[in-house]
């Protein structure tokens, strides 16, 4: 706090021209638009069990790949309003949000209990480019090789993206006497419609890039890389490009922020009757977001956050916030990974 009576913390992002805190007085209602909510694979019907059937058989596929936990993640709606608050004090060279009490951010740890994503391991990186000189074939030879089948008018082209609809109808009709070697190939599938659509996606949200799929050949081996420093790195790099005033929308793992919102700051959180469940996610699974009204809702997250205190309970993003039993099961302490994604 200055002489003045500014507080320092609150006010650091001015001095960067280019941040949207800079230019609050300007655009002032500036909501940025997340994406992330993708439709479930395989939605629960009574009257077409076949869905539960389909997603059972690949259950054991998905717990070997290290990803059988975020695929229990559900659908559930963002705050709009309340993630561009926390973007607007977010900053970029260290990677931590800067509210009224000092500098938090988000850690492996959250990852791991957010999301459920193995967190120590390998890399998740490779090439995107010059595919036949690294792979010595075509991608879409390899796409085929991998999860059975290219989509129509991909063949011979330079197109790098598979549309997650494609993803999502291919599972929808997976054969139920689907043999082991097919079923390695859904799930593949299964976990491309995970990156591209709730851990990895882009601004669009509609597609995922070809460029996982090396990275998901030997299958034995998907379980053996950082899948969540990737999530982590990905969130990191969204967050900073949303900072600059000019962007209007954001990448990366949304549901994760969202959801991390929500157990860290418990006064936003929707009401839930359950107690909580792993991963963490899946407590908020149907609730929907409040984003009518979104310019006085963001003007009141910004009071609130100006107005935050030390002691509101679980509010920072501290470490060993995370008192549940099944914690000690992570690795979250000896985790020695780079923050890398293909750059």
Request: charged share 20%; glycine share 6%.
């Amino acid at each position: 706090m200055s002489g003045s009576g500014i507080n320092v913390e609150e006010n650091l992002n001015r001095l960067d021209e280019f941040h949207i805190y800079a230019h609050l007085h300007v655009k002032s209602a500036h909501v940025l638009t997340p994406h992330g909510t993708l439709v479930d694979v395989f939605s629960v019907d009574e009257a077409n069990p076949s869905m539960e059937i389909r997603r059972q058989m690949l259950e054991p596929y998905l717990r070997r790949a290290g990803f059988y936990y975020a695929s229990l993640i559900k659908r559930f709606e963002y705050d709009n309003p309340m993630i561009s608050a926390l973007v607007e004090r977010w900053r970029p060279e260290t990677h931590t949000f800067h509210l009224s009490g000092g500098e938090c951010t988000i850690t492996l740890e959250d990852v791991a209990m957010q999301v459920g994503l193995p967190i120590d391991g390998e890399p998740v990186s490779g090439t995107l480019r010059s595919w036949s000189k690294f792979h010595h074939r075509d991608i879409w030879q390899w796409c085929e090789e991998l999860l059975g089948e290219v989509p129509n008018g991909h063949v011979g082209t330079t197109k790098y993206n598979t549309k997650l609809k494609w993803l999502r109808s291919r599972l929808q009709q997976m054969p139920l006497d689907s043999p082991e070697e097919a079923l390695v190939r859904y799930a593949r599938c299964y976990i491309m419609y995970l990156l591209g659509g709730i851990l990895l996606p882009d601004k669009a949200n509609n597609t995922v890039h070809v460029r996982y799929l090396p990275l998901l050949a030997n299958y034995d081996a998907i379980s053996t890389y950082s899948w969540g420093s990737a999530v982590l790195c990905w969130l990191y790099r969204g967050m900073y490009l949303a900072t600059d005033y000019n962007v209007e929308e954001m990448s990366g793992c949304h549901t994760l922020l969202m959801s991390l919102i929500y157990f860290r700051l418990p006064f936003w959180a929707p009401d839930v009757t359950s107690p909580y469940t792993f991963p963490l996610a899946t407590t908020w699974a149907g609730k929907r977001g409040k984003n009518d009204f979104p310019e006085q809702r963001l003007q009141r997250h910004r009071l609130r956050l100006d107005n935050l205190k030390v002691d509101e309970g679980c509010t920072y993003f501290v470490e060993g916030a995370y008192g549940i039993s099944w914690s000690s099961t992570w690795d979250f302490n000896t985790a020695v990974v780079p923050l890398i994604l293909f750059r």
